[in-house]
């Protein structure tokens, strides 16, 4: 099956990870109101997904398409999120404090009343995102703000990006690449 169904709703942790063993698609799923504190989410189609009121907290989300997934009232407390597509997506009151988020797409993304306190934003695309009532206490960011639909009251510190950051991002890349076409040769075989 190359998309999972709508309807399917995930009970535990142990589940996904089992679903995921067989395939690397989560789009559609209703993953909410589950502890998936510490989980690493990588490289998946996770479009449309609901994880509403789900504990991600020090997870890792990368090189994802999550675009149009529903994370409100989610809880990603010190999560890294690297090369993700959110575009579309509800953070509406998601705390996202001491958060890592670099080379994100946030186009068209409803963060109101989000908490993005002492998270550091590298890269990040804004265009058409809302940022009503967002709480940016001690963050910093690289972020070009005038994109936004409505920016933050106040604006995050100006971060600047190290040097080798553009390095890491064609690394990673790199690597992603890689393991799609080294899953692609295999399922070939």
């Known amino acids: 099956m190359d998309v999972m169904e709508k309807s399917k709703k995930f009970e535990s942790r142990d589940q996904i990870m089992e679903s995921l063993r067989q395939e690397r698609n989560l789009a559609g799923a209703d993953m909410s109101e589950l502890d998936l504190s510490g989980i690493k989410l990588m490289g998946l189609n996770m479009k449309g997904a609901d994880l509403h009121g789900s504990n ?3 997870a890792m ?4 398409d999550m675009s149009e997934v529903n994370l409100t009232n989610a809880h990603l407390d010190k999560a890294r999120i690297a090369g993700a597509s959110l575009r579309a997506a509800n953070l509406r009151g998601a705390t996202l404090n001491e958060a890592q988020i670099a080379g994100v797409d946030l186009q068209d993304a409803d963060l109101t009343g989000a908490d993005l306190s002492q998270s550091r934003l590298m890269g990040v695309g804004v265009k058409g995102a809302d940022f009503s ?6 963050a910093r960011a690289a972020v070009n703000w005038a994109e936004a639909k409505v920016q933050p009251i106040e604006l995050p510190e100006p971060l600047s990006p190290p040097r080798w950051l553009p390095f890491l991002v064609l690394g ?3 690597t992603l690449l890689a393991l799609f076409l080294k899953r692609r040769k295999n399922r070939a075989d």
């Not at 989300?61 to 994802?64: D, N, P």
């Not at 009532?133 to 001690?138: G, L, R």
């Open 56 to 58: 991600l907290t020090q």
């Open 61 to 64: 989300l990368a090189g994802a």
């Open 133 to 138: 009532q967002v709480k940016t206490t001690d």
């Open 172 to 174: 990673v890349g790199i």
